[in-house]
């Protein structure tokens, strides 16, 4: 046994003598400046990181079995040792990403494997000693920092989620009016998840480059008093072999507490600089805030931008990714991804700003043939104006020149020109609000006159007139019993609270005005407000667009007859009333500015169902194609509302027959008939609408 132990020593000594109060410091570490950045070669090198960890996480919970094992099989301990001493050979095996600078690590986790083949046919009894040396290092270890670091990476995790949806919000940002409190909310939502996603990124990162060190006392600290318990009990008796031993690990014991040593100093750098790196101005988080100047000499340029995908043949997907241009070539890293691949050439290309689907800050890059364009969407007005310059100085090929940023402020001025958005175009951008909405509109008065005025004051948003997702009824289809009802009834409409028309008989034969026009029913839709005739041409947008969307361009003719009380909207061919409205109903009614044969009106109801004895008025909006200009059926509307209120007064009813061409029988002379009104029906069914 003396002669063993002898031999193992003086194997031992000479390797430890000069190893053991020296340890190369960890040559990978994550730089804590990069994690607000969050750059996918970053997010690239911390992957390798949790690679490690995880191989980590495998080995140490292969290397506590084995522990747990040799405390636990004291009958077979000449197999459990045999058994450590591979599994410490195993851990030259695993190639850890990271394991640069782990040599005298291995080299020592040999020595221990070649201490323990020796010592084999030794047996220990001390298992509390073994317990409280060698098995609970170990545990310590893998609760604590690999949970830690399993938490933290949840927790870096939920954060980069939560500043990806709120960037999202805020690219979605109008810019046709802004909302400034809207405005003001997005960007504390994203300064405060992109702050949260920063802190959670710092303490990620310095888990994980402490790890390398804590990895390190891991391995050579359970061994240590595993050795250590073995030869306080073999020391009575084996005296010479034990104080050559205790050469060995008092070695092994210093290399450790150099590696803490490290960490330490480490670990207090790494506060140091996330102190440092947390100091600074909100501004940093907050998405266009920037201080610094426009530099608009750069040849290279990096950063994340939004790009518009087509995902359909009139739907549109944003995606942001990782952009960055080298040499002459605009590049393309996608997050996780090893490497980036191009995505266009520049040179000699073209730049521009542009108009995009009511978004901000966004560009065209456009190929020298024209074949091939892209539209991009900056974060920040600084931003935007750095990628358009830098685009415009690398399509000049001024990278290739010996001074490129002389050459660069010589273009200075073809890049700001490049920065003014182009909107003189033929036809309005997506999403551009109509240039003629501000111009003079055929509006209803509230006592029903028709008038042209001017839209003075800020046009409300969409969301503010139609809530989002309302549906859309494309054609009226009149129940089969109302049907029957009605043809009995000779035309005429059955009341549905059992009342027929009977009553009001006399005063619709006695109707001061009865004009009937040919017109195609578009869509109606549920609408929010009754006293702005934007609503009207939202809800004319919305129709028409659902059209074109679902392919439905089929329509019906129809007459929409005005009388100085009702709008009756009657089937050309069984002369039934489809729908009807009293005058008083109709709130508001307009034509179309651009298309004059489209004309709308806004019906106002009640709506009983919250239980309330007068009802919450209700809005709802019809869009109609007609054979003649729209403002002739506004203009009669409006006269039909004139009579209405000048029925209130004989005088002035007088003074209104007076003033307008009655007919033979005593009605209004409004319009000339319109060819085929009172015609039949017949074959004018599935009408194609031009609208």
């Known amino acids: 046994m003396g002669n063993r132990v002898h031999a193992l020593n003086n194997s031992c000594s000479h390797f430890f003598s000069s190893t053991a109060n020296k340890m190369p410091a960890v040559h990978h570490k994550l730089l804590l400046e990069e994690a607000l950045q969050d750059s996918p070669q970053t997010r690239s090198l911390l992957s390798v990181f949790e690679e490690d960890a995880g191989m980590l996480t495998t080995y140490t919970n292969q290397l506590l079995q084995s522990l747990q094992r040799v405390f636990g099989a004291q009958s077979e301990m000449g197999l459990a040792t045999e058994q450590l001493s591979q599994q410490l050979l195993e851990y030259e095996k695993k190639n850890f990403a990271l394991g640069k600078g782990d040599e005298e690590v291995i080299t020592t986790l040999q020595s221990f494997a070649k201490t323990v083949g020796e010592l084999n046919s030794l047996h220990s009894e001390l298992a509390n000693q073994m317990a409280d040396s060698m098995v609970f290092p170990l545990i310590q270890f893998r609760e604590k920092d690999l949970t830690e670091i399993s938490t933290l990476k949840e927790i870096f995790g939920i954060a980069t989620d939560e500043h990806e949806a709120a960037m999202v919000k805020y690219s979605r940002l109008p810019k046709k009016r802004e909302n400034e409190k809207l405005k003001s909310d997005m960007v504390k939502e994203v300064a405060y998840t992109r702050r949260k996603q920063h802190q959670a990124s710092l303490q990620y990162y310095c888990a994980l480059n402490a790890l390398q060190y804590r990895k390190r006392v891991a391995m050579l600290e359970p061994m240590l008093g595993y050795t250590q318990a073995q030869i306080s009990f073999f020391k009575k008796g084996i005296e010479l072999v034990s104080k050559k031993m205790d050469c060995f690990l008092a070695s092994v014991s210093t290399m450790t507490?150099?590696?803490?040593?490290?960490?330490?100093?480490?670990?207090?750098?790494?506060?140091?600089?996330?102190?440092?790196?947390?100091?600074?101005?909100?501004?940093?988080?907050?998405?266009?805030?920037?201080?610094?100047?426009?530099?608009?000499?750069?040849?290279?340029?990096?950063?994340?931008?939004?790009?518009?995908?087509?995902?359909?043949?009139?739907?549109?997907?944003?995606?942001?990714?990782?952009?960055?241009?080298?040499?002459?070539?605009?590049?393309?890293?996608?997050?996780g991804a090893v490497a980036g691949g191009m995505v266009l050439d520049l040179d000699n290309s073209s730049v521009m700003a542009v108009e995009c689907e009511d978004r901000r800050y966004c560009f065209q890059i456009t190929s020298p043939s024209g074949k091939t364009s892209m539209i991009l969407q900056a974060e920040s007005k600084r931003e935007y104006e750095e990628w358009i310059c830098t685009v415009n100085n690398i399509s000049r090929q001024i990278y290739l020149t010996d001074n490129p940023e002389a050459v660069a402020i010589r273009l200075n001025q073809t890049a700001i020109q490049a920065v003014t958005p182009i909107t003189s175009f033929e036809k309005r951008p997506e999403g551009s609000p109509n240039p003629d909405r501000s111009g003079m509109l055929l509006v209803a008065k509230p006592g029903g006159v028709l008038a042209g005025g001017s839209q003075t004051g800020a046009a409300p948003e969409p969301?503010?007139?139609?809530?989002?997702?309302?549906?859309?009824?494309?054609?009226?289809?009149?129940?089969?019993?109302?049907?029957?009802?009605?043809?009995?009834?000779?035309g005429r409409r059955t009341n549905p609270f059992g009342e027929t028309d009977d009553d009001c008989s006399t005063e619709s034969d006695d109707s001061l005005l009865q004009q009937v026009f040919a017109v195609r029913f578009l869509g109606s839709m549920a609408v929010r407000c009754g006293n702005n005739q934007e609503v009207i041409y939202e809800a004319m947008r919305q129709v028409l667009a659902a059209r074109a969307i679902h392919n439905i361009f089929k329509t019906t003719e129809s007459h929409l007859m005005v009388t100085s009380s009702s709008l009756s909207l009657i089937d050309p061919q069984t002369q039934v009333t489809r729908i009807s409205f009293q005058l008083r109903e109709v709130c508001q009614f307009a034509a179309h500015q651009e298309n004059g044969r489209l004309m709308g009106f806004v019906v106002e109801g009640r709506d009983w169902s919250d239980g309330d004895e007068e009802g919450e008025p209700s809005f709802s909006a019809f869009v109609f194609e007609s054979n003649t200009e729209g403002e002739k059926i506004c203009y009669t509307i409006s006269l039909a509302k004139d009579i209405t209120e000048a029925k209130k007064d004989p005088e002035a009813l007088a003074q209104l027959m007076k003033n307008m061409p009655l007919t033979n029988d005593g009605k209004f002379l409004l319009l000339e008939p319109e060819e085929g009104d009172t015609t039949n029906g017949a074959g004018q069914e599935d009408l194609e609408s031009e609208a």
């Open 463 to 490: 969301e503010d007139l139609i809530a989002p997702g309302t549906p859309i009824q494309f054609d009226i289809m009149l129940p089969a019993s109302e049907f029957l009802d009605q043809n009995r009834a000779g």
């Open 257 to 335: 507490q150099n590696i803490q040593a490290q960490l330490d100093a480490e670990a207090e750098t790494m506060r140091m600089a996330q102190r440092e790196l947390l100091s600074v101005e909100d501004t940093v988080y907050m998405p266009d805030k920037d201080t610094e100047p426009v530099n608009r000499t750069l040849i290279q340029k990096a950063g994340y931008l939004n790009i518009r995908n087509k995902t359909g043949l009139v739907t549109t997907a944003w995606d942001r990714l990782y952009f960055f241009t080298q040499g002459g070539n605009l590049m393309c890293q996608p997050r």
